[in-house]
């Protein structure tokens, strides 16, 4: 045990990632001796300058709380928020360990504009068949918990039998305060999503609980109820994060299939973020940092993403999930962290474009209406499957 020990006390309220904030330190006085009133010092890295903060004096075998303001680098990005600040104190310069989570405050402040018509951003997880969607969520609720345990809301790939059969929506607000509806999907394959189903979904006109196996022309008139129409703008897709495993690039089939999704999305301008995963396959050290994507195997992935959807780089990711982890990671946490950050700031800048600030109340795109059914179509089972 150090004679001196200082920890990080995790604020009750996230912190702004790229916004100067106070750090509250814990130090405690592990000597038999009184330590007299000093400074603490923190120390100037990638991410922040130098500040200095005061500390009193620390009886013998006492803990004192302490405030010092960390002054934030301009044009720092989500992906360099530190794990380790260096903090010197009576000469001895300790590394003091934060989580993820701290930093995670804007992302709380991102919510649609009056004229979006949804209290929340729905972003589609949309993506080839057993890519790891569902572990992705995971992961996102897993990097927004406080708490160092591993969250499995959503049952995923790595749940026995498990193959995401319907649209579930996962709203996160109520339980972690940011304002995002997740849509998870089932997967991509040569025989799904054949029936129009993606332009449904974009258009919000598919409630969750549809079953992939589910009928439009069947179930036209609960599609056409009011109750549907009405609500529809408030499950309208504002950003996708678009799902593929590496090995779905080396398949030509399948990269037909990623094309035509990914130009279609293109066509809907929601610039779908690229999520490659299972990358840890082919470089098991990605599960160190999936943000550090210099490796050959790991560039030589990249590169033919961006050769095959003609994307930026910037617009790839590595997407490295918890599978067999007991307790979340730094590392894990900022790569999500990055692809959460990026999908916000892109369904925020998609909502000003189609629906412009908020102000005096926009008139939406009428809502199209669906053929009218036969008559002997029946409703009352299939409406209780659905949520509005």
Not at 75 to 89: G, L, R, T, W
Not at 246 to 269: C, F, M, P
Not at 290 to 313: C, F, G, H, M
Not at 355 to 360: A, D, T
Request: charged fraction near 20%.
């Amino acid at each position: 045990m150090s004679v001196i020990e200082i920890y990080v006390v995790p604020p009750k309220t996230p912190v702004a990632a790229c916004e100067d904030f106070p750090l509250t330190l814990e130090i405690s006085n592990c000597t038999t001796s009184d330590l007299p009133a000093d400074r603490l010092i923190m120390c100037k890295g990638k991410y922040n300058r130098q500040s200095m903060g005061q500390v009193p004096a620390i009886p013998s075998n006492q803990t004192v709380t302490v405030s010092v303001d960390v002054k934030v680098n301009p044009a720092v990005s989500v992906e360099d928020v530190p794990k380790i600040f260096q903090v010197s104190y009576r000469g001895t310069v300790y590394p003091v360990e934060v989580p993820v989570f701290m930093f995670t405050g804007h992302l709380r402040t991102f919510k649609p504009t009056e004229n979006t018509s949804s209290p929340n951003f729905n972003v589609l997880l949309y993506g080839i068949a057993g890519a790891a969607k569902s572990s992705f969520l995971n992961s996102i609720l897993t990097l927004l918990s406080p708490k160092w345990n591993i969250i499995t809301q959503a049952a995923s790939g790595g749940s026995v039998g498990h193959v995401t059969r319907k649209i579930t929506r996962y709203s996160i607000k109520d339980q972690f305060g940011v304002n995002i509806n997740f849509w998870d999907t089932w997967g991509l394959t040569p025989n799904s999503y054949q029936a129009d189903e993606l332009y449904y979904i974009l258009s919000g006109a598919l409630p969750s609980g549809w079953d992939m196996n589910d009928s439009v022309a069947k179930e036209l008139t609960y599609l056409n109820s009011q109750e549907v129409q009405n609500t529809k703008q408030a499950r309208k897709i504002h950003a996708v994060i678009f799902f593929i495993s590496h090995a779905s690039l080396s398949d030509r089939e399948t990269v037909e299939i990623i094309k035509a999704n990914y130009g279609y999305l293109q066509t809907h301008e929601l610039n779908p973020i690229l999520v490659l995963t299972k990358t840890d396959e082919v470089f098991a050290d990605i599960r160190n940092d999936p943000l550090k994507t210099d490796s050959a195997a790991i560039r030589d992935l990249v590169q033919k993403a961006v050769s095959i959807l003609n994307i930026p780089e910037n617009f790839i990711y590595c997407g490295i999930n918890y599978t067999k982890e007991k307790k979340k990671t730094f590392e894990i946490d900022r790569a999500n962290f990055a692809i959460l950050d990026k999908v916000l700031n892109i369904a925020y800048q998609n909502g000003i474009r189609e629906y412009g600030f908020s102000g005096p109340s926009v008139v939406a795109n009428p809502a199209p209406v669906y053929p009218t059914p036969a008559a002997n179509v029946p409703r009352k089972q299939a409406e209780s499957k659905y949520e509005l």
